[in-house]
């Protein structure tokens, strides 16, 4: 008869090799922990690498918003430059336009106060040129005879000499103009020319007219 036996195993069990040890379990815990530190600088590292890649990026986006605002800027201060040079310039040439408006006006109405002075003033001009007691005819406006007559008496007044001088009505000639004529010459005073005398001499005060 054979003899039962309870177990079909040994009861004493001897540790296996597969089953870590106390000193395996310490090595894993270190393990671990070391590469939780490594994954954890690595993180670190990560974000930092982002957050600085990130800076990078913003600063160049502020840079090249930057550039294009100065640009921008330049290209608006050039277009107010070229405004501001032509509204010069047109304030400048209706300036012009005007002061000589107003200094064509001025000078007609000097021209046409001044006819007897400028006419008195022809007639001297003459009597310097023509010999002494050469006939001149003073041709004027009708309108105007009187008025040069009365000139002529005063300038014979303080003259010693006789003075061929006659006044001759011309309706042909404008009023406040005179035509002095003599037998070899003559000579044409023109409120037109005088106007033109005084705006040469206005344009030489300022230039810009």
């Not at 309870?6 to 270190?30: H, K, W």
């Not at 690498?49 to 600063?59: K, S, T, Y």
Request: net charge negative; glycine share 6%.
């Amino acid at each position: 008869m054979h003899a039962v036996q309870p177990f079909a195993f040994d009861r004493v069990f001897a540790p296996s090799a597969s089953v870590a040890t106390g000193p395996d379990v310490a090595s894993l815990e270190a393990e671990v922990v070391r590469l939780r530190e490594t994954l954890g600088g690595e993180i670190d590292r990560a974000r930092m690498d982002g957050f600085e890649a990130g800076l990078a990026q913003a600063r160049a986006e502020q840079s090249a918003a930057l550039l294009a605002a100065t640009d921008a800027l330049q290209a608006s201060l050039e277009l107010l430059d070229e405004r501001f040079a032509k509204a010069e310039e047109q304030l400048t040439a209706e300036a012009a336009t005007l002061a000589l408006a107003a200094a064509d006006h001025l000078a007609g109405h000097a021209a046409n106060l001044q006819p007897l002075a400028a006419i008195d003033e022809a007639i001297g001009r003459t009597l310097d040129q023509v010999r002494r007691g050469t006939p001149i005819h003073v041709r004027v406006h009708p309108d105007l005879a009187p008025a040069i007559e009365d000139v002529i008496a005063g300038r014979q007044s303080r003259d010693r000499r006789k003075l061929h001088l006659l006044v001759v009505p011309d309706p042909a000639i404008p009023t406040g103009d005179a035509r002095l004529v003599w037998e070899d010459g003559s000579l044409i005073c023109s409120a037109d020319a005088r106007r033109e005398a005084l705006l040469r001499e206005l344009r030489q005060l300022f230039p810009g007219l």
